[in-house]
């Protein structure tokens, strides 16, 4: 099955996936890294050294160093897009799909990773232009969601603004969830995530 290029199954290629999983060991290297000793202390190499790979490798997938954390920041729209390719189009708006997709617990090492990154984001503008730049593509992705569930065109002006409506919410709903203290009692990324969504809802039925 590994020979196959995954066409009967949907599955990715195995070479594809491969790239895919070195660029996310990477990513979850510069984090731990970034995290350990600022990212100002880290250099290209120590992340290819870290992840196992050259350093001709980590250029070739990344732009600069910063850039090494997007696997981790991109993985959760992608889940997100597969989810809602199963989820019945039954739902008036893309966000009330979200809101009825079920999520798996938050306590993986990915997600605290995840955390970690967001973290960092407040003090490390690098990083911090990565988040907002991912999120910039995102919307993207959201207008054409939105656009195939409602048969607008994506750069329809109202598809722009849902989208950015729902992409904003959910950015600030995953930054609320990441920046909240260890110390204190707090929701899952998808309870929190939820609730951001519910509020859109609620400023639009307003």
């Given at each position: 099955m590994a020979g196959q290029a995954g066409g009967a199954t949907g599955r990715p290629p195995l070479t594809e996936r491969r790239r895919a999983e070195t660029r996310m060991e990477i990513a979850e290297e510069a984090v731990r890294l970034f995290a350990a000793k600022g990212v100002a202390a880290v250099t290209a190499e120590d992340i290819a050294s870290a992840a196992g790979v050259s350093t001709r490798t980590l250029w070739r997938y990344f732009r600069s160093k910063e850039e090494c954390v997007r696997p981790l920041l991109t993985t959760g729209l992608e889940?997100?897009?597969?989810?809602?390719?199963?989820?019945?189009?039954?739902?008036?708006?893309?966000?009330?799909?979200i809101l009825s997709i079920r999520y798996d617990d938050d306590t993986t090492p990915r997600l605290r990773a995840?955390?970690?990154?967001?973290?960092?984001?407040?003090?490390?503008?690098?990083?911090r232009a990565v988040w907002l730049e991912a999120h910039y593509d995102a919307e993207a992705a959201f207008a054409a969601m939105i656009a195939e569930r409602t048969g607008r065109p994506a750069g329809d002006l109202a598809v722009r603004v849902e989208a950015g409506v729902l992409n904003t919410a959910m950015r600030i709903g995953v930054e609320e969830w990441a920046l909240r203290s260890d110390g204190e009692e707090r929701?899952?990324?998808?309870e929190t995530v939820n609730r951001a969504l519910r509020?859109?809802?609620?400023?639009e039925q307003a």
């Amino acid at each position: 099955m590994a020979g196959q290029a995954g066409g009967a199954t949907g599955r990715p290629p195995l070479t594809e996936r491969r790239r895919a999983e070195t660029r996310m060991e990477i990513a979850e290297e510069a984090v731990r890294l970034f995290a350990a000793k600022g990212v100002a202390a880290v250099t290209a190499e120590d992340i290819a050294s870290a992840a196992g790979v050259s350093t001709r490798t980590l250029w070739r997938y990344f732009r600069s160093k910063e850039e090494c954390v997007r696997p981790l920041l991109t993985t959760g729209l992608e889940l997100l897009s597969d989810r809602l390719r199963e989820c019945p189009g039954d739902h008036d708006s893309l966000a009330e799909a979200i809101l009825s997709i079920r999520y798996d617990d938050d306590t993986t090492p990915r997600l605290r990773a995840l955390g970690d990154l967001l973290r960092l984001c407040r003090d490390e503008p690098g990083l911090r232009a990565v988040w907002l730049e991912a999120h910039y593509d995102a919307e993207a992705a959201f207008a054409a969601m939105i656009a195939e569930r409602t048969g607008r065109p994506a750069g329809d002006l109202a598809v722009r603004v849902e989208a950015g409506v729902l992409n904003t919410a959910m950015r600030i709903g995953v930054e609320e969830w990441a920046l909240r203290s260890d110390g204190e009692e707090r929701p899952s990324l998808p309870e929190t995530v939820n609730r951001a969504l519910r509020m859109v809802g609620a400023v639009e039925q307003a």
